[in-house]
């Protein structure tokens, strides 16, 4: 497998693995960053609906979330009854796909005149139509007071509900405190009327109360109140600027708020609707992204004519937006022993032009020859986190190899994501395993002790020695010794094996031999076998295997079980017995 990836070095030195990587320009979609799509947008024919669920995830690998504008009244449409099918389903169509879901519910809009729902109106809330002239009895669009006490103890009662469904679901990217504003964006340039910082602040905090485990993002609530720019970094939210491409390039227009959030909170960015772009310079874009470090952009616009015509620009931007780990070099512990540890050093490079604001972590996977998980091994002092964009940070790691992890050769694989060791983050690197962990190379486990085994010649008796590691420490103790002959491609059959050899002299002679870290053999009794049992075990080969049962093994303060090579069974050797009941034994190799 090592030989078919693209590691610019691989090098071992001793007891340690030296590897060299490098960014291999794939595309990737990570959680909680990305380029996203608009499904639903102003309306509920706008973008990607028109397209059909499948468009996204077949046709526009770039794209790693899906953005859903909608108003409170689909939400919400008879007082107390909540409709969050529009959310679900959107979930359930991207998630499998690796794609996470971003929200908005706005009470605004120039699609729907009532956004809020009219009941409401109903409950006497106050409002007032409005349309480009500003407000107008005759107006097309319907605008709630927001400062009105009705209307703010009703929308937390949604957010309250919102909130205890989907807070710390890892389908859902983020939520945009949206209900203020036309469009959800903050401003009331639409109708001209105002709404109090009180009444700002308490949007803020209904949102932040009930999303303690959700990124939330803020749109230009505090451009009318600075005051409130601390209050939100402070409770963790970020900034999200919508539109800044409206009539001309404005990329650096709230270059302020982005240098004041992005080292602590997300940046989410907008261009507009893409067919509106004026003055619009792809590589101008691009570099913009290295000064206000966004971990999301949002493509405005049916996303079949934008991959037609910007195909370029998102492919490039899909690449540079959010965090992008590498681990630029690799230095890992080849061979350890039983209970020992790995070293492990790791230059961390961020391609990305953002750092991740949630903690990841790394984490180095064992797996043994039939591709199984042996044994994970997380770094809790290290999180990806720390990392800023386009920086280096070195990982020094010491990780202990748990106590039933038995001596062999084993593939180890290097991965990022929870702190219980589950990857969550695609690298830019080849050798992955399907679930984000990527190949490094073969770790050598040497056990506490071996055996060597052989027939003794002329009878059904087996002489097995016991090899202690010459590295091997601490103190023994063995309650029992068992050797037991297996039906080969027939499972474990009995606990111990069609035939059982129970030993108590086995048992002194290895514990002896181990507390001494001296050699030592046995010899079994013959193995007879007649009758019945002959007729179904002859000429059927037998993994035979010993059991040293209960073996504890005293380090300092802690105790382990003992490790040989294969763990609770150690594999001997192959037995044969004929139609008279002769054995032939076979060694392991």
Partial sequence: LGEALVILGSVSSGEELNLTFADNDTILRNPNMGLYSYYYDN???????????????KEVPEVSCVYLRFCWAFLEPKKGEYDFSMIDSAIQRYSAEGMQVGIRITSSETGYPYATPSWVYDEGCRGFWWDESGVN??????????????????????????GKRYNGNPNIAYVDIGNMGTWGEGHTFTSGVMYSQDTAKRCIDMYADNFPDTHLFVINLTQHYAQLEDYCIERGIG?????????????????SQYDKYWKTNPINMEAQHWEHLKGWNEDEALAAFSDIHPSYF????????????????????????????????????????????????????????????????????????????????VDPDFT???????????????????????????????????????????????????????????ITVLPDYEFATEQITGTNKLKITLIPNSGMVGTYDILQTTVGFFEEGAGLGAVYGDITIHSNEATEIFEQGLNKKTTVSFETEAIKLSGEYLEKLKNKKMIVKIRMY????????????????????????????????????????
């Avoid at 049916?302 to 490039?316: A, Q």
């Avoid at 219980?420 to 962990?437: E, K, L, N, S, V």
């Fill in 137 to 162: 009895a005759n107006g097309h669009y319907l605008m709630p007071d927001f400062n009105d006490p009705i209307f703010l103890d009703y929308q937390e009662k949604l957010v309250t509900e919102l």
């Fill in 550 to 589: 209960n073996l504890g093994m005293e380090k300092g303060d802690n105790t382990y079980r003992g490790t040989g090579l294969d763990g609770v069974f150690t594999e001997l050797g192959t037995a044969v017995f004929d139609d008279h009941g002769s054995m032939t034994f076979t060694p392991r190799q």
């Fill in 384 to 442: 990806m986190k720390s990392i800023d964009p386009d920086s280096n940070l070195i990982e020094q790691a010491r990780l202990r190899l748990n106590a039933a992890v038995p001596g062999g050769e084993y593939d180890a694989y290097l991965s990022v994501g929870k702190l219980d060791g589950t990857p969550q983050i695609a690298m830019p690197m080849d050798g992955d395993d399907g679930d984000r962990r990527y190949y490094l190379g073969k």
């Fill in 239 to 255: 900034w999200r600027n919508d539109s800044f491409w409206v009539s001309s390039p404005q990329l650096y227009t709230y270059q």
């Fill in 43 to 57: 309306d509920t024919n706008c973008y990607d609906i028109s397209y059909g669920a499948d468009l996204l995830y």
């Fill in 298 to 377: 949002g493509l405005q616009w049916y996303i079949g004519n934008l991959m037609g015509g910007y195909r370029s620009f998102v492919e490039r931007a899909a690449k540079r937006i959010g965090y992008r780990f590498l681990p630029e070099t690799v230095s890992i512990t080849n061979k350890t022993r039983a209970h020992g540890y790995i070293e492990l050093n790791i230059m961390w490079k961020n391609n990305g032009c953002a750092p991740a604001y949630d903690n990841y972590y790394p984490a180095i996977t064992l797996k043994n020859k039939n591709g199984s998980i042996e044994t994970v091994m």
